[in-house]
């Protein structure tokens, strides 16, 4: 392909352009100059059939599957032209040759690389034809340098052609990887926009619950008064409720405090948010098998925790709160892979990724964020977290995580 080859039927009218300008150009020389070439009228009769000839290929290079064959004859009409008027005007003398190199030069304006050797190749071919018509009466020099000239000619062409493809498909490959990158850099600031709006409606319910907190201990102190037997053991569950909801709270509108410790051994934190969500979801069974319970890795207790319950939590809601799930750890070389599998009716292909985009979701009520915020902190510490059909069916989380 050349660098014109995005709009091949303007560079094929450029073409045929430049070639009729040069044997309109040929024609009026010959004509001016028939007594020293020897050939008048004849030139006419050529560059006519030439005319002719070239329109039919410009007609046919618009039809669907004609395009290639079309410019492929016209490169063969070129250069039978040329050579007829030179075989007219004195044979491998004649100016004409000239027209030969160009058709080497327009070769590299329409084929590829192999197209310029073709068309050299049928240059000198041509100038053989017209010396075998001549009965070889030139000088055997006179043959050697003109064979020898279009053959450095369409060498030259060759070199500048491939420079100048090589040099395309750079900055092709260039420009994709600046098409990719942007693509990424604008897929990471709508996440940002995204988490965003989110931490400002957080911030909203953390400030609307802190307020709401204050008004439910009014109340509590209203009725504590009258309060008694059963009564106050409600009255001591919703104080404990109050306490909760007043400390997520300041959690949302505070600053994160210290992990503390970020490393964690991965086997007791998983067994215990698997504890955990059994006792919310009772009617799902987990069986927790592998070789990795004992690895430790370089993330907080706390995220990893909160990065399990999450996967666990999802797979029990594509299981709709009942049947079996699996765990397992594995030790891959200095990595810790954790597979969560889940009965469900699993995720389709185009969607397998979707799923960690923010506030994306597939179930009626969710918010989705819980699987972004689960890859964002594993990527935090250096890990990643992925998804896969299940081979019986269902869907696998993939937890990944160096191992110290």
Known sequence: ??????????????????????????????????????????????????????????????????????????????????????????????PFIAGLWLEIVLAAMMFALTGIVAVTLASILGLSLIELWHGFQSPGMTIALQSGFLAGMGGLTYWIARHALRREQHLVRERDQLDLRLRSLGEELEQQRAVGRLGENVARLAHGLKNAVHSLRGFASLIEPSAGGRAEAALAGLRAAIDDLEALARLSLEDAPDAGDRRCEAGGVVKRAVEDVSLSHPKVSWSLAGDGGDLRVAMPERDLFEVVVIVLRNAVEAMDGRGHGEVELRRLDRELRIAVADEGPGIAQDRLERIFDPGYTTKPGGSG????????????????????????????????????
């Open 369 to 404: 964020y819980g699987l972004f915020l689960a890859r964002r902190l594993l990527a935090e510490a250096g890990g990643c977290l992925a998804a896969r059909p299940g081979s019986g069916g269902g869907t696998v989380m993939e937890l990944s995580l160096p191992a110290l």
């Open 1 to 94: 392909m050349t660098a014109a080859s995005s709009e091949p039927g303007l560079v094929f009218d450029r073409v045929l352009f430049l070639r009729h300008l040069a044997i309109f150009a040929g024609a009026v020389l010959a004509y001016t100059q028939q007594s020293q070439l020897g050939i008048g009228t004849a030139a006419v009769a050529i560059v006519a059939a030439s005319a002719s000839l070239n329109l039919v290929c410009s007609f046919l290079h618009r039809r669907p599957g004609l395009a290639r064959a079309s410019e492929v004859a016209s490169s063969v009409i070129g250069v039978g032209c040329w050579s007829a008027l030179a075989t007219l005007s004195g044979g491998v003398g004649s």
